[in-house]
């Protein structure tokens, strides 16, 4: 039993993160049809950004801060630069460009920080917390905590305000979307924004658990986006749930069968649901457009 | 891309021709001996190749400070293979074609120093490799000789210090990138000799954010007196990390893929007790004063520190051995002939240099045994030397 808790609690934790990248994909891809794999990058930025404002003296929240702000210009930037110009390109050729994209921050990473690992200091102490035999780290409740207040505030945020009420409807139908009187660049513009802010908190998050560097961001892509799969492109819940499936299958994967297979249970799920449910898990008509 | 300056080499054409109007010097002393070099000072690998290509540079300044070999100075001729074998071969024909040395330093990884090895043998030149992989040297390969110390040399220095600590029963979890597998292959091939059984044998990705299902397996395994942790780079890091979470109590052994600074950051607290073999030179200031190494050791840490303002590596320091010894081999041999200087380095015997003390043999290309290693235990954020290890 003690094991099994273990298990879940390390793959939520992973999972958590995963879910919160995926959430990133399925929200520029709502509102623009964009699949961006610089998504894992904003993870990297948020903790990297924070670990080298805090080695220049500022304070964790005032790093936190400022390293989020400085993923959504790099969002916005991305969104303008590179993704705008192109419109009306295919999305295989968009596809490309966040991958060229991608590359380039980890470039610039490379020089605006350095190439070596590092951690952030756990939020509330290092002393693990005993639950039903089961060692859990604080930091993790961080992760999960910080996992479910982000889908509460976005959920909110989509369904209650008028700005996020506009960015759904920008997202089911950009042409009339603007005739209602939308403006739907800033819409896009938003939604680039608001994925680079989830995924650079996601960053900050899990920097103690998992240390960061410039290069960390690509795997988080790779799994964010299978979970954005298995869950249902487009489809916020189906992000959440594959997040934290993909996550609890490596963990029982690894600690049930064999970690030699760790990877290879993950993505052996994504070809089983892409097998019976093409559409992923919570994918539906509804959220694509003709 | 080459590093040779061509200003230093316009300024020391200028400088002999001169001596010679003056009539001071002989013609011979213009005639440096060259010594071929390739490394991965960029790319992915930089890491190891940058301080190799500084050291390079450093001991060639040095030397030639000293009035060079056999009254000549050397010639340091090095290129960049930027992490690519391919490259690192088309360099190793430049250096024998077209530039004409007459030994060779270099090869960062072991996948270049395999790339360049048959370039050498046909050529008859002999070919000090700085990378890590046993298959470098074994077989022997009469041109081919290498400064670090194997993998397999670390997992009997662990399972030495398991032995004396009557540590029989153990679990290993390992990296699953090329540092990791071999290791990993290196230490079940030796483990036999020391009556050491392994009972659970995990592993992780190199870019894996979690190893505690792992642990936990390792844990709920009966009878587990110790771990080792074959890796490199972040994983034993998080490993360590994991292993006080899951409140682990046995020893934890890691290899010398983790013997720097860094690891004791990353690591934080959990660190405390790790167990590691780990070269001299990360212990340069703690060494007893009558220990052979400590002077040289100590001399290459501030001629490097120096030099570059940055702290010394354990990659720099095989560098450092590597053209020193070869330097020294010249010395002995008292002719640059390429022949000459193979069979004066498979002699080396006794040479302290910065990794250990290398006697070379016919059947022995490395010369480093377990005694090159220090056990050290990481104690206060620091490292400290385990005396009951020696």
Redesign the interface.
């Known amino acids: 039993m003690s094991?099994f808790l273990?298990?879940l609690i390390?793959g939520l934790?992973?999972g958590a993160?995963y879910a919160l990248v995926a959430l990133g994909f399925t929200l520029i891809y709502n509102a623009s049809d964009v699949i961006n794999f610089a998504q894992g990058d904003f993870v990297m930025i948020g903790g990297m950004g924070t670990v080298f404002l805090m080695a220049a003296g500022l304070s964790l929240p005032i790093a936190a801060l400022i390293a989020v702000l400085g993923a959504v210009i790099v969002g916005l930037l991305l969104h303008r630069l590179a993704i705008e110009p192109a419109r009306g390109a295919s999305p295989v050729t968009l596809i490309m460009i966040t991958i060229g994209a991608s590359i380039f921050i980890r470039g610039a990473a490379q020089i605006v920080f350095d190439?070596?690992?590092?951690?952030l200091p756990a939020f509330s102490g290092?002393d693990?917390i005993n639950i039903a035999g089961a060692?859990i780290?604080p930091q993790s409740l961080w992760v999960l905590a910080g996992a479910i207040i982000l889908f509460v505030a976005l959920y909110l945020f989509l369904t209650r305000t008028l700005t996020g009420k506009a960015l759904i409807a920008t997202a089911a139908n950009r042409l009339a979307a603007r005739l209602v009187g939308i403006n739907v660049r800033v819409m896009l513009g938003l939604a680039f924004g608001l994925s680079a802010a989830m995924g650079a908190l996601a960053g900050i998050l899990?920097a103690p658990?998992?240390?960061t560097?410039y290069d960390?961001g690509?795997?988080f892509a790779l799994k964010g986006f299978a979970a954005a799969m298995v869950g249902g492109m487009g489809s916020p819940q189906g992000a959440l749930v594959g997040g934290l499936l993909i996550g609890i299958l490596?963990?029982?994967g690894?600690?049930y069968i064999s970690?030699?297979y760790?990877?290879a249970v993950a993505f052996l799920a994504i070809l089983l649901v892409l097998f019976v449910m093409p559409r992923g898990l919570f994918g539906s008509k509804s959220v694509e457009r003709v | 891309m080459t590093f040779t300056s061509t200003r230093r080499a316009i300024l020391g054409t200028v400088a002999a021709a001169a001596l010679l109007a003056a009539g001071a010097a002989p013609a011979a002393a213009a005639d440096p001996i060259k010594i071929g070099s390739v490394v991965s000072a960029t790319g992915s690998t930089?890491?190891l190749g940058d301080p190799e290509a500084k050291t390079l540079k450093l001991v060639a300044e040095q030397i030639n400070a000293k009035g060079g070999i056999l009254g000549r100075p050397i010639e340091l001729i090095l290129y960049d293979d930027g992490g690519d074998a391919n490259k690192a071969r088309t360099f190793a024909t430049r250096l024998v074609e077209d530039d004409g040395v007459v030994a060779m330093v270099g090869g960062t990884s072991t996948g270049a120093t395999m790339a360049m090895i048959p370039v050498f043998e046909d050529a008859e030149i002999p070919f000090i490799s700085l990378a890590g992989a046993i298959e470098i040297i074994d077989p022997v390969n009469p041109f081919v000789f290498k400064t670090p110390h194997t993998d397999k040399t670390a997992c009997m220095k662990i399972f030495e210090d398991m032995k004396a600590r009557g540590l029989t029963k153990i679990g290993m979890i390992s990296g699953?990138d090329g540092f990791g597998k071999s290791m990993r292959n290196q230490c079940m091939n030796v483990i036999g000799d020391y009556g050491i059984e392994v009972l659970v044998d995990?592993?992780?990705?190199p870019?894996?954010?979690?190893m505690?299902?792992?642990l936990?397996?390792i844990k709920?395994t009966e009878g587990v007196q110790a771990v080792v942790n074959p890796g490199f780079?972040?994983g034993p890091?998080?490993v360590t990390?994991n292993y006080?979470?899951?409140?682990l109590t046995v020893p934890l052994y890691q290899s010398h893929g983790v013997a720097s600074k860094?690891f004791i950051?990353?690591a934080?607290?959990?660190a405390e007790g790790v167990r590691l073999p780990a070269p001299a030179l990360l212990i340069a200031d703690k060494l007893a004063d009558d220990d052979k190494q400590k002077p040289v050791v100590s001399a290459y840490k501030q001629a490097y520190e120096t030099a570059t303002g940055q702290p010394v590596s354990t990659f720099g320091g095989y560098a450092y051995d590597g053209l020193s010894l070869l330097a020294a081999a010249i010395e002995k041999a008292g002719s640059d002939d390429p022949a000459a200087i193979r069979d004066a380095i498979e002699a080396t015997n006794g040479y302290v240099g910065v990794t250990g003390i290398y006697t070379m043999s016919a059947e022995d290309h490395l010369g480093l045994g377990t005694e090159s290693f220090h056990l050290l235990r990481i104690e206060n954020g620091d490292w400290v030397p385990e005396a009951a290890a020696k």
Do not use: C
């Open positions: 094991e273990q298990l390390s934790t992973v993160v190439k070596q690992f590092h951690t290092a693990p060692a780290l899990v658990i998992t240390l560097r960390i690509l795997i490596e963990a029982f690894a600690g970690s030699a760790k990877d | 930089a890491f699953t995990e592993s992780y990705g870019t894996d954010a979690d505690t299902p792992q936990n397996k709920n780079g972040q890091a998080i990390r006080a979470q899951l409140g860094s950051e990353l934080g607290k959990a």
